[in-house]
């Protein structure tokens, strides 16, 4: 194992830790995007490259664009890209 996957596998627990003590749903969806990046740099260094164009294309690329639609229609977000009123007072 080298010591680039060691940090990828590093980053991997940072973001999954991160997500769960994120209070704003937007940075949820940021850090879960990341997740989804650096898994697939990983599948790249096992040398499984259908996994990592899977993990990039369906991880942070549709299901991101999805959680940002959900968020927009719930709207958890205004049209410039900042928290609602609601959602500052609930913090």
């Not at 790249?44 to 164009?53: Q, R, T, V, W």
């Not at 993990?55 to 549709?62: L, R, S």
């Not at 959680?67 to 928290?83: C, H, P, Q, W």
Request: charged share 15%; proline share 1%.
């Amino acid at each position: 194992m080298t010591a680039f996957q060691i940090i990828l596998m590093g980053l991997l627990i940072i973001c999954a830790v991160s997500v769960s003590f994120s209070k704003n749903l937007l940075n949820s969806i940021l850090i879960y995007m990341s997740f989804s990046l650096v898994m697939s740099m990983l599948w790249i260094c096992l040398e499984s490259p259908d996994l990592a164009i899977t993990e990039a294309a369906v991880g942070a690329g549709i299901t991101s664009v999805l959680f940002f639609v959900t968020l927009k229609k719930i709207r958890a977000i205004d049209a410039s890209g900042n928290e609602t009123k609601e959602e500052k007072e609930h913090e």
